[in-house]
T-cell receptor, first 115, second 112 residues
Framework: DAGITQSPRHKVTETGTPVTLRCHQT?????MYWYRQDPGHGLRLIHY???????DKGEVSDGYSVSRSKTEDFLLTLESATSSQTSVYFC??????????????FGPGTRLTVT | DQQVKQNSPSLSVQEGRISILNCDYT??????FLWYKKYPAEGPTFLIS?????DKNEDGRFTVFLNKSAKHLSLHIVPSQPGDSAVYFC???????????FGSGTKLNVKP
């Protein structure tokens, strides 16, 4: 299994509070992604990173920001959490440099509840 | 506007029979397709992929078929086993961009 961890694994927070989710990898993969999974929608891309300090928006980026200051860490921040951001969040990585692998490997997920 | 669609939310199959999961896409620029399996409370795991230069890729019990003219791919599982019971997601990408678009998933139940 690819070395991907997410923290926290579960979080309950109140509307309006800031929340940061962390993704950590030990695989030296170039690309890192944040997805949210909701019933009927599958996995939707929030933001992704193609290198340190290089990030771009996905399909559902409103209300979220990201940062990647090191290859191994990718942070997702909800500046002011809303109930619509209650979801399960998955981090993923892909493309080991030099091997051209394009499959994504996913972390275990973070269940976030905004009350 | 979903670019990748899985129109069957669920599928039930008897153990030992074939499971066929379907996926449609709208973006003709997609050139790489993948299937993932997801168990409850776990992250999705990669199952099998296919490049647009092929129309079939096989890995053990799993075969993916790609019909580019119909913008359709399918995953065949033969024979189906109870351990295959999971949610299956198809995904597509334009490989150079390394962004992936996922379908909404099909929940497969393989009955013993």
């Amino acid at each position: 299994d690819a070395g991907i961890t997410q923290s926290p694994r579960h979080k309950v927070t109140e509307t309006g509070t800031p929340v940061t989710l962390r993704c950590h990898q030990t695989e030296n993969h170039r690309y890192m992604y944040w997805y949210r999974q909701d019933p009927g929608h599958g996995l939707r891309l929030i933001h992704y990173s193609y290198g340190v300090k290089d990030t771009d928006k996905g399909e559902v980026s409103d209300g979220y920001s990201v940062s990647r200051s090191k290859t191994e860490d990718f942070l997702l921040t909800l500046e002011s959490a809303t109930s619509s951001q209650t979801s399960v969040y998955f981090c993923a990585i892909s493309e080991k440099p030099g091997q051209g692998s394009y499959e994504q490997y996913f972390g275990p997920g973070t269940r976030l509840t905004v009350t | 506007d979903q670019q990748v669609k899985q129109n069957s939310p669920s599928l039930s199959v008897q153990e030992g029979r074939i499971s066929i999961l379907n996926c449609d896409y709208t973006n003709s620029m997609f050139d790489y397709f993948l299937w993932y399996k997801k168990y409850p409370a776990e992250g999705p795991t990669f199952l099998i992929s296919i490049s647009s230069i092929k129309d079939k890729n096989e890995d053990g019990r799993f075969t993916v078929f790609l019909n580019k003219s119909a913008k359709h791919l399918s995953l065949h599982i033969v024979p189906s086993q109870p351990g295959d019971s999971a949610v299956y997601f198809c995904a597509a990408s334009v490989r150079n961009f390394n962004k992936f678009y996922f379908g909404s998933g099909t929940k497969l139940n393989v009955k013993p």
